[in-house]
């Protein structure tokens, strides 16, 4: 099944009327995960059809305004919508404070449990059955962190051809070994799953930076992403501005997902200073000939890997 | 010249892609008033040509989320665009509580004061040279006050004619008049304002009433406003519901807005469960004819009165 991304919100500080405040949404068959939550990610949501009731945990990168603001009215409109499941939310210290006061001071009641957990150091900070969310230090004006989803190692190819050959008859048998389990014959013959599958698949890898100025030890947190999403708030004419607020340039986003040899990178973050950020897509491509300027509603889709 | 309603937001308690969350804002050729501040009024503003610069001050019906949460932003936008101007916001206990600790926990500094005052009692909340804000006790789940913008009564209407065949000269002596003064003229006849000018003309009144069941002083708050803005999160078939909820149907709106006599209805804080909310205006004006449904971006204006 393939794994879609969708940019909920794709400027930087400041909202314009194309561009909503910092969200993605990585969506999987079973689960959601949000990366960032700017105000108005409700509406956003709705537009893209992303859903309020499924399993889901959100990721904060740090805690400015335009990348959190959002969280409060959503878990509110969840309990309006009577969610159950519970909420993960994960972010520097500080978010559980900011969740606390809100939460206290408009009084508003929660028809689910919303588990907050701050990060206290690099590292995993979540796994699932088939994903792990990993964090490293970004280098941003604040206590900021960039996140990689990653999707655990799936079982290689199973070949029917021989699996026959070797006299498994198809059914039960194959379940057993396309889940990982040694299988006897009837002649007392063992059949392994290395000798009817291939080699074990990489899963699928999606780093979002959040706000960040390049930073050294990205290239071996993102390498060999399929999808790095980075700040790019400037363009290159601007890279002294990018360095002092904490932010990248095309170049510099490039040169990241360069570096740790990804497949496409997706340049978001937009200052509202460009009404039409085509030129921070050509720097950028000069460098890295697979970008893409991320864009509200835009959706990626990543597909399973052969 | 003209006051300029113009409804940000129009939604109750859950936005939709129709409707953002609740806001009005009361546009005035100086200054603008802004009534409730919900999530997303950042891009509802631009999109409505809204000043992020102009004097303005906010006032904040009650603590519910989709009431307040748009404050924290907006002022953030606002000091990233270089405001200098100070804003007054004035709401129920705990306002300050909520915007010092989004403040703090998000790190955000200001360019321009944010002056908070806590409502502790009916009656006048601010007044300026032409205006008076009102506020009254309304009857919702939590402590929530309903808003009058009462225009100061204006001078009467200036007869040239009149001042002629008196013997007064155009120029100097017609802007004394006008300003209300005394003039004496050359032979020591003394004219009075009155003798040239028409009685003092009413000024303007509008009564946003924010969440609210309906209640019994209102008729004497809202009398003779030129609109009144009403909840109008349910329709009449849901009148129990809105009484536990502290919400009014179109009817209950109608018939405030008649007890008032007031001029014009405008329903707001229209449900999501409406996609459609024609219903609800045909329901009000039964009762009320001169009553229009909220629509996100609608404006209206209240022309000068003769």
């Known amino acids: 099944m393939s794994i879609r991304v969708v940019f909920l919100g794709t400027s930087g500080s400041v909202p314009t009327l ?22 108005n990610v409700q509406r956003q949501m709705m537009q893209a059809k992303v859903s309020f009731h499924r399993k889901m945990k959100v990721f904060i990168t740090h805690l400015h305004g335009d990348h959190v603001l959002g969280l409060p009215g959503l878990l509110q409109t969840m ?7 519970p909420v993960q939310v994960y972010g520097p210290v500080g978010l559980k404070d900011f969740l606390v006061c809100t939460k206290e001071t408009l009084n508003f009641g929660l028809t689910f449990p919303v588990e907050i957990s701050e990060i206290l150091s690099e590292g995993v900070v979540c796994e699932e059955e088939e994903y792990t969310i990993i964090t490293k230090k970004s280098n941003h004006a604040v206590e900021s962190y960039a996140f990689a989803f990653v999707e655990k190692p799936r079982p290689g190819k199973f070949y029917p051809k021989k699996a026959l050959a070797l006299g498994v008859a198809a059914g039960e048998l194959w379940s057993k070994l396309q889940g990982g389990e040694e299988v006897t014959l009837a002649d007392g013959k063992v059949v392994k799953p290395g000798d009817v599958m291939g080699p074990m698949r990489p899963g699928r890898k999606i780093v979002y930076t959040g ?21 790019c708030t400037f363009d290159d004419s601007l890279t002294k501005k990018a360095a002092l607020d904490g932010h990248s340039t095309p170049t510099q986003a490039a040169q990241q997902a360069k570096a740790a040899g990804a ?3 997706a340049l978001s973050h937009i200052s509202a200073r460009y009404p039409n950020a085509g030129l921070l897509l050509e720097q950028a491509k000069k460098t890295f000939a697979n970008s893409v300027l991320a864009e509200d509603f835009m959706e990626l889709e990543l597909p399973l890997s052969e």
């Not at 309990?79 to 499941?85: I, P, S, V």
């Not at 990205?218 to 700040?231: C, M, Q, S, Y």
Request: charged share 35%; with cysteine.
């Open 263 to 265: 497949k496409q990178l």
């Open 79 to 85: 309990a309006l919508m009577d969610r159950k499941e």
């Open 211 to 231: 706000d960040t100025k390049p930073f050294e030890s990205f290239a071996k947190f993102a390498e060999g992403a399929d999808l790095v999403i980075h700040d």
């Open 18 to 39: 194309k561009r909503s405040l910092p969200s993605v949404v990585v969506q999987c068959p079973r689960d959601q995960w949000m990366f960032d939550c700017g105000e």
